[in-house]
């Protein structure tokens, strides 16, 4: 009997072989834990890459914006003062035409003021040059309602297209931006 005992407390041979049929599952487990928590991590990572990109893309537009804004400004910082000067600038010119009957009237009459005053106002123009500020074409050129803006109408038999045939007041660009229209009055094709 105690052959039968000794034999009965032995395990049999499948029943060890299941046990570590057992541990290697319960080992693997670890192993598909360790593999998802590595994609899931791979996964934020990407995520997070791409935030980063956005971001960092954001920010550059954000800069580029800036430095535009920045450039915009200083280009044209000077508008409200020269929307100031613009009366005094059309105040020379009624003071000191540019057409010759007018400036030979002028002179005749003052001597070397009127010279000087001359002088003065194309330092000033100069100056606004130096700037920015540009005067704009208009006599004889085609009505252009971007940069002219029409006081008058008059019919004429002369002309094909609309044509600025007067100047009121002289239009200024600053820096290619429109800061005050052309006043004129324009002539018309008849039957328009």
Same mark, same amino acid.
């Given at each position: 009997m105690q052959q039968e005992?000794?034999?009965?407390?032995?395990?049999? @041979?499948?029943?060890?072989?299941? #046990?570590?049929?057992? =541990?290697?599952?319960?080992?693997?487990a670890p192993m598909d834990e360790g593999a998802e928590a590595n994609a899931l991590l791979a996964a934020e990572v990407t995520e997070l890459k791409d935030k980063y990109v956005r971001v960092f893309a954001e920010m550059e537009n954000m800069r580029r914006r800036q430095e535009r804004e920045r450039g915009d400004l200083l280009k044209y910082a000077l508008e409200t003062v020269f929307k100031d000067l613009l009366p005094v600038l059309d105040s020379l010119d009624k003071?000191?035409?540019?057409? @010759?009957?007018?400036?030979?009237? #002028?002179?005749?009459? =003052?001597?070397?003021?009127?010279e000087g005053m001359q002088m003065v106002k194309r330092q000033l123009l100069d100056v606004c040059k130096k700037h920015g500020l540009e005067p704009i074409t208009s006599l004889g050129v085609p009505f252009d309602p971007n940069v002219?803006?029409?006081?008058?109408?008059?019919?004429?038999?002369?002309?094909?297209?609309?044509?600025v045939a007067d100047e009121y007041a002289r239009g200024y660009n600053l820096n290619g931006r429109l800061i005050r229209p052309a006043m004129v009055s324009v002539l018309t094709p008849v039957g328009n």
């Open positions: 005992e000794s034999v009965n407390n032995q395990k049999p @041979v499948s029943q060890t072989n299941g #046990a570590s049929a057992e =541990a290697e599952p319960s080992a693997a003071a000191i035409p540019d057409q @010759v009957e007018g400036a030979a009237a #002028a002179k005749e009459g =003052a001597g070397g003021y009127y002219h803006q029409g006081i008058q109408r008059i019919e004429s038999a002369d002309v094909e297209v609309e044509t």
